[in-house]
């Protein structure tokens, strides 16, 4: 596996609302300013695309962190279909 995490130091998500997070159109934001499609589209490409996890960890006031795992055969395939070699190279940076 691979894992990729990327995290602020915001406010956080309460519990009630990372239940709510993946679904489409759930937005915190008022209407107009956000889709609501981010992190749905995000779950899906994680998830069902590439068979892989996305999992929020997050406290009220203590910021949000998004964990992905992805299967190193997923990379691969993801590379090769890229164009780059079939073989990963741990140093390589995929633009």
Known sequence: MSNIKVF????????????????????????????????????????????????CISAKGQGTAFKIELAIDTLIHTSSFLGKQSQLDPDEVIE
């Open 8 to 55: 602020d130091n915001g406010s956080g998500i309460s519990e009630e609302m990372q239940n709510k997070i993946y679904y489409p159109f759930f937005t915190t934001k008022p209407v107009g300013k956000r889709t609501g499609l981010e992190l749905s589209i995000s779950s899906q490409i994680v998830v069902q695309t590439h068979g892989g996890k996305l999992n």
